[in-house]
């Protein structure tokens, strides 16, 4: 990749989730979402990287204009109303995005716009006539052969039929590109599996997209006919550009964003229907589009607002310590597989994977040091054959492959066997020398559990990194000898609550 244009990626690193419909209450699928992205950034900031993360609302469509109307209040009252919903679901669940973007802001319809006019310049868009379903659930057109039984292949309602005239996208003519992007890219989509869904689809054919619609007015007017309003996908597709400030620097040095995460309903919007757009515009198309899956009842089903069977994930925020949902639902859910919300579950693994492993380790390294070294941590040697139990360069792979369950699962390991060398090692028996390289390997290895903890558990990682009297601070700097201090530590610390099975009456 050449310097010239500023896209020289090394060091950088751009992650978006999905942006959601406001058009009603977030729920868990939106937190998971969020979180997972969340994860992956601050693992990134942990390797020094300077990292954007976006995410926000999609806030035009006609969704939302029934909705508004549902509600008594305009599209642009309602939508004001209801964003507000998702920036505090992001505050509670301690979601590290740097931008909260939404698609009715100025400067977002005015790069839409620009998008849409370079690609009209270019020949891509013409005007036409559009007869065909359309679901408003999904915001998707559809052709008769998408549909099962004459329904939508998602939400299995009748759709509408659309009859208007529309500005139309050449879709068709990237069916090639499309294909070829796939393959030649191996990091193109992930998990692999979804490379062969979407292929085959497009094996069955690719039509000519519409782009806009005139029977309702809430979204991007199209620049020189603005009885016409950008198809919302068009529209919201370009927040992960403008979102980054296109064409300016910010736009300059982030693009092509790194991670597109979203879940897997709509995959086929963010391969086949961006990169054609991106390409037609002459923009250099993502990184890779990773994919999760959904997290469902624990009866199995979908939990989704049309199905209004929903988690409300700021319930759940008042209800747990927020590290421990954020612990529960990546340690539970292999990445990329669905995953069924347990509170029982959740309760089990907070009580013996983080109050035993976690919270027992480091109150016992806090005492320890309160009781042998009166509260300073004493200058030793470190001992490696614990250290080398914590598989650094295993864990990274982990991230690489988006394999965030395993690489949670192989930091908890080495808290396991953490808690087993105090058992070996018996530190109250010890003395002189021997005590002191002992505590100080301790204060070590807590210290590293707490930097490689804080992409999953933020708020955990810096009441520890406190009572150790440091901050959790970059990767490379664990076991370096340069981040403990010698100012007298806590002598312990609350780090999970047990929670008693009682607690579970309230059902979600
Ligand atoms: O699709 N579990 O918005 P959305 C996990 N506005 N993830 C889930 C889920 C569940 N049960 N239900 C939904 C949209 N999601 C568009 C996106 S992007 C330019 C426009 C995921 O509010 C879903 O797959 O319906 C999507 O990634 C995200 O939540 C937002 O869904």
Known sequence: MGKKDGASNKGKFYITTAIDYPNADPHIGHAYEKLCAD???????????????????????LKIMRSAQKAGLTPKEFVDKQSLKFVELCRRWNISNNRFIRTTEEEHIRVAQEIFNKIYKKGDIYLGQYVGPYCTDCETFYTEKDLKNGLCPVHAKKCEIVKEESYFFKLSKYKEFILEYIDKRDDSIKPDGKKEEIKNRLKAGLEDLSVSRTSFDWGVPVPKNPKHVQYVWIDALINYISGVDYPKERFRKFWPADVHIIGKDIVWHHTVIW?????????????????????????????????GKVINPIELADKYNIDAVRYYLIRETPFGEDGYFSESKLIERNNTELA???????????????????????????????????????????????????????????????????????????????????????????????????????????????????????????FSGKCLTQSKVESRCILFEKILADNKAKTF
């Open 275 to 307: 990169w054609s757009i991106l390409k037609a515009a002459g923009i250099k198309l993502p990184k890779t589009v990773l994919v999760h899956g959904f997290i469902l009842s624990e009866g199995g089903e979908k939990m989704s607002k049309s199905s």
């Open 356 to 478: 035993n492993d976690v919270g027992n380790f480091a109150n016992r390294v806090l005492a320890l040091i309160s009781q042998k070294s009166q509260g300073v941590i004493p200058k030793g040697e470190l001992d490696r054959e614990i250290v080398a139990k914590l598989n650094i360069e295993k864990i990274k792979k982990h991230f690489e492959r988006f394999e965030l369950h395993l690489a949670l699962a192989e930091i908890m390991g080495f808290v396991k066997q953490c808690n087993q060398y105090i058992n070996e090692k018996e530190p109250w028996k010890k003395s002189g020398v021997e005590l002191n390289n002992l505590l100080y390997t301790l204060a070590e290895c807590l210290y590293a559990i707490a930097v490689m903890l804080s992409a999953f558990m933020p708020a955990t990682s810096d009441k520890i990194a406190k009572a150790l009297k440091t901050e959790v601070a970059s990767l490379k700097d664990i």
């Open 39 to 61: 994860v992956i950034a601050r693992w990134h900031r942990l390797l020094g990287e300077e990292v954007f993360f976006l995410t926000g609302t999609d806030e035009h469509g």
